[in-house]
């Protein structure tokens, strides 16, 4: 069965402070590993698509790696506009379902 | 250009009560899908579709239904409200379905009471 975690549950950084988000997925034959951004109250926003292992995608202070296993999104010296829940989803081979993880959710203190 | 569109935002049905939660995309989109999120279990596929006359259950389907008349519209209905369905609702769309990303709505929060 396809199955996404996202760890931590919560994390809360220090204006500046980087550090990383994990999620840890089994799939059938990965199709594509997907990070979304969600602001309270409001629907999930698109940040990268990420295929095969070794691949790395960079979005402002984002940085989204992918391996066999898990990917991580890295936040370099947050700032307080970066707090939201990241969300992370995949897509199996020969499925049209997308499978997505509870979310971590980050808070960054100015 | 509007993306994805649901209506209502708000919600409240009594327990048995039957609603329609609408979603329109202007992207020209194949594929359509309904999530609801609920605290501590993330999004979870209700239903899904990846062109009009063409539909499929997700992970939670019991209790809803759907159709795609045509490309653009693809409402979720709920039968027979019960407060197990109380949840935020949220509308995707993809271009193929495949390796896509998606543009979602801005959900619709619903309480059965």
């Known amino acids: 069965e396809d199955q996404v975690t996202q760890s931590p549950e919560a994390l809360r950084l220090q204006e500046g402070e980087s550090s990383s988000l994990n999620c840890s997925y089994t799939?059938?034959?990965?199709?594509?590993l997907f990070w979304y951004r969600q602001d309270p109250g409001k629907g999930p926003e698109f940040l990268f698509t990420?295929?095969?292992a070794g691949e790395e995608k960079e979005k402002e202070r984002l940085k989204a790696t992918l391996t066999k296993k898990e990917s991580f999104l890295h936040i370099t010296a947050p700032k307080p506009e970066d707090s939201a829940t990241y969300l992370c989803a995949v897509q199996g081979a020969g499925t049209y379902k997308y499978i997505f993880g509870t979310g971590t959710r980050l808070k960054v203190l100015a | 250009n509007a993306g994805v569109t649901q209506t209502p935002k708000f919600q409240v049905l009594k327990t048995g009560q039957s609603m329609t939660l609408q979603c329109a995309q202007d992207?020209?989109?194949?594929?359509m899908s309904w999530y609801r999120q609920d605290p501590g279990m993330g999004l979870r596929l209700i239903h899904y579709?990846?062109?009009?006359?063409?539909?499929d259950q997700g992970e939670v389907p019991n209790g809803y239904n759907v159709s795609r008349s045509t490309t653009e519209d693809f409402p979720l209905r709920l039968l027979s409200a019960a407060p197990s369905q109380t949840s935020v609702y949220f509308c995707?769309?993809?271009?193929?379905?495949?390796?896509?990303?998606?543009?979602f709505g801005q959900g619709t929060r619903l309480t059965v009471v």
């Open positions: 995707a769309s993809t271009l193929t379905g495949e390796e896509t990303e998606a543009f």
């Open positions: 992207m020209n989109h194949e594929y």
């Open positions: 990420l295929y095969s």
């Open positions: 579709s990846v062109g009009a006359g063409i539909t």
């Open positions: 799939v059938s034959g990965l199709r594509g």
